[in-house]
């Protein structure tokens, strides 16, 4: 089932901002979103979920300053990368990341 939920960019924002802030002082964040269809119910958070092909937005809350990019899937924030990593620009550039249990595996994931 297609969620209608609308997520509340300026939220999504000014999470990303405090939470980067840490790093530096973030200045310009740029926010983008786009759909992306997953293998199962769980959107990537788990390898546990229905076996049902599931729509998801995914939001990207992205400090060019910094590097870093805080992602979000169906608004839950799901982790932040170093924006140089050459597979995740592959993966943005495709429009498809990848969820939480496996994005550690294969890009440069920063603790916030």
């Not at 910094?66 to 169906?74: D, E, H, K, M, T």
């Given at each position: 089932?297609?969620?209608n939920?609308?997520f509340?960019?300026?939220?999504?924002?000014?999470?990303?901002?405090?939470?980067?802030s840490?790093?530096?002082?973030?200045?310009?964040?740029?926010?983008?979103?786009?759909?992306?269809?997953?293998?199962?119910?769980?959107?990537?958070?788990s390898?546990l979920?229905?076996a049902?092909?599931?729509?998801?937005?995914t939001?990207?809350?992205e400090?060019?300053i910094?590097?870093?990019?805080?992602?979000?899937?169906?608004g839950?924030?799901?982790?932040?990368?170093k924006?140089?990593?050459?597979?995740?620009?592959e993966?943005?550039?495709k429009?498809?990341?990848l969820?939480?249990?496996?994005a550690?595996?294969?890009y440069?994931v920063?603790?916030i």
């Open positions: 089932m297609k969620s939920k609308k509340d960019r300026e939220l999504l924002i000014e999470w990303a901002r405090e939470s980067l840490k790093f530096g002082e973030p200045c310009t964040l740029y926010y983008y979103e786009w759909p992306q269809t997953w293998g199962s119910t769980a959107c990537g958070f390898e979920g229905g049902a092909m599931t729509s998801a937005q939001c990207m809350v400090s060019p910094l590097g870093l990019a805080c992602i979000f899937i169906n839950y924030y799901t982790y932040t990368v924006m140089n990593d050459e597979k995740f620009k993966h943005v550039q429009r498809f990341v969820g939480k249990i496996n550690d595996k294969f440069e920063v603790d």
